[in-house]
């Protein structure tokens, strides 16, 4: 057990953190960290996590929700008998995640935080496409921290590597993907085998309404955090209108022109990331996909390459959008839009993290313009239709409104464009002008 009075041991570490009563530790590791200061999100809910309440937290991308759940889970486990269960296994705080990717990431910043805790605390991260047999050796005797994706959990139970009776506390990460269609049967089957009184904290970056009346059964008086802040954002959203048949020439000019070193460009399918690369690569652009068709190992190694710099254009679905946390990523495009307007957010959420200036791309045609306009309206933002020099296309909301209706396209109106709602950040650092 680690004692209250270690925690006073430590003032010389970061003052801000030590007022929300973290062992010493975990304080000593943060200031390793450079962890300056608790976050908005950090300060409002290790409190609320460290006193036992169920907690529905939403902020924005980038803002610390990991180290949100995972500093008062650690410090509740340092603070009782340390060591896991050795009898049987079972698992004490159970993380759900939508991804593997992200289920790595998740459990990595756990080990790294636990870094000061000499192994007393064991985290495991179980998800598919690869060898379940490792998993299951790594499960034997039980786990403080599981970090788990729902199918490749469900697959453990079965083959009885694990249980979940002992579960004290379950976090629901990207919450809103988690409490969607995809996930529905899995987790409702995965809620059968955990004890009825326990703590559950869901995080996300966004809760559509139909997703926070899901979550009443699940929730016992939670505490609701909401700080998702377009003003507070240091992500600058630009849209940029092309005439169909014109988006790939554009996104070429851009690349080269601004000489971006990395860039995550979003497509919707799997087929359209490899076809988007060989049309850029005939342009002299070299760029990687990234998509569930790949195997694990070959993933890993392209989002590992893609994060240290060795590649500067990927390509990829939206297993990209949700939580992967790449260091100072300066430019996300969206090449295509986003089929539900909530992953907009999440998409554009993997720049601007941390405090980091970012830029947010959006290339459409006028076959775009309706669902973009839905998109705005669900994020309450409203984006300037610029255009660039050389891609210059005829009056857009007309074209657009043809081709919703089927109809003749009236004469070029002379209304003013509203610029955009959002912080004043000089994006010419990233994009120049246009």
């Known amino acids: 057990m680690i004692s209250n009075a270690n925690i006073d041991k430590n003032s010389q570490h970061n003052d801000s953190f030590q007022t929300l009563k973290l062992v010493s530790p975990l304080l000593k590791r943060l200031s390793e960290m450079q962890y300056t200061q608790p976050t908005p999100i950090q300060m409002q809910a290790i409190p ?14 980038g803002s610390g929700k990991t180290a949100a759940f995972a500093l008062p889970i650690l410090n509740t486990l340092a603070l009782q008998a340390t060591g896991h269960k050795s009898s049987a296994n079972f698992v004490s705080h159970l993380v759900l995640v939508p991804t593997r990717e992200l289920a790595k990431q998740v459990a990595d910043s756990i080990k790294s935080y636990a870094a000061h805790f000499n192994g007393a605390i064991k985290t495991v991260a179980v998800f598919g496409g690869v060898s379940i047999n490792t998993q299951m050796q790594a499960l034997r005797g039980g ?18 590597a694990v249980k979940l009776d002992n579960v004290n506390t379950l976090v629901l990460d990207e919450a809103d993907r988690m409490l969607s269609l995809g996930f529905t049967d ?20 966004t809760f559509p309404e139909q997703v926070k009346a899901l979550t009443k059964d699940l929730l016992n008086d939670p505490v609701e955090i ?6 507070q954002s240091t992500l600058v959203q630009r849209l940029f ?5 014109q988006k790939t020439a554009l996104l070429s000019h851009l690349i080269k022109q601004h000489q971006w070193q990395q860039i995550l460009i979003f497509v919707n399918a ?62 996300v495009i969206n090449f295509d839009l986003p089929r539900s307007p909530a992953d907009y957010m999440h998409r554009i959420g993997r720049s601007g993290r941390a405090g980091e200036v970012g830029l947010a791309l959006s290339i459409i045609d006028f076959e775009d313009v309706q669902h973009f306009k839905v998109i705005e309206k669900k994020h309450k933002i409203q984006l300037e239709r610029e255009q660039v020099n050389g891609f210059e296309t005829t009056d857009f909301e007309q074209l657009a ?3 919703k209706n089927n109809i003749t396209a009236p004469a070029q109106g002379t209304g003013k464009k509203k610029r955009s ?10 994009l120049g002008k246009v």
Do not use: Y
């Open 226 to 231: 909401q700080l998702q802040s377009a003003e």
């Open 143 to 160: 786990s403080d921290i599981l970090v788990a994706t729902p199918g490749r959990l469900l697959d453990l139970i079965n083959s009885n």
């Open 421 to 430: 709602k959002q912080p004043q950040i000089n994006a010419d650092i990233w």
């Open 401 to 403: 409104l043809q081709a």
């Open 241 to 245: 209108t092309v005439d169909k048949g």
């Open 48 to 61: 609320n996590v460290l006193a036992g309440r169920d907690i529905i937290a939403g902020a924005n991308t």
């Open 270 to 331: 799997k087929s359209a990331c490899k076809h988007l690369a060989d049309k850029l690569a005939k342009r002299g652009i070299n760029a990687e996909v990234f998509h569930g068709d790949k195997g694990q190992g070959a993933r890993t190694r392209v989002l590992e390459a893609f994060k240290v710099g060795e590649i500067q254009v990927l390509i990829a679905t939206d297993i990209a959008a949700r939580g992967l946390d790449i260091d100072k990523l300066p430019v």
């Open 186 to 205: 899995e987790l409702a089957s995965l809620l059968k085998l955990m004890p009825p009184q326990k703590q559950t904290l869901l995080f996300s970056a």
